[in-house]
Nanobody, 121 residues
């Protein structure tokens, strides 16, 4: 089970930290991905981190996002700085039982329900 938290309404230029609590067992080789989906748009990768610490980021947040993982507490954090109105979306975390393929949504086995982030002045 994955549960996201930390969403809300923020102003352009603000920073936001999202958390994903993972329960039910985590495989040794895994990846945690953060995706987002805005109305009428496809789900896109925001960031991903593997069990070996490899990270990947989506082009739209490159240089503004940082993903991390707390393996002791089975949680992942996503921070996005300098938020823009186009960052408005529902953000999802996902868990993959492998660590090789992390960019496509289809690589993930379990998904959270999502948390809404709205960037508006």
């Amino acid at each position: 089970q994955l549960v996201e938290s930390g969403g809300g309404v923020v102003r352009p230029g603000d920073s936001l930290r999202l958390s994903c609590a993972i329960s039910g067992g985590v495989s040794m080789n895994h990846a945690t991905g953060w995706f987002r989906q805005a109305p009428g748009k496809e789900r896109e990768l925001v960031a991903a981190i593997t069990s070996t610490g490899r990270t990947e980021y989506g082009n739209s947040v490159m240089g503004r996002a940082t993903v991390s993982e707390d393996n002791t507490n089975h949680a992942s954090l996503l921070q996005i700085d300098n938020l823009k109105p186009e960052d408005t979306a529902t953000y999802f975390c996902a868990h993959a039982r492998q660590k090789t393929l992390v960019r496509p949504a289809a690589a993930y086995d379990f998904w959270g329900q999502g948390t809404q982030v709205t960037v508006s002045s």
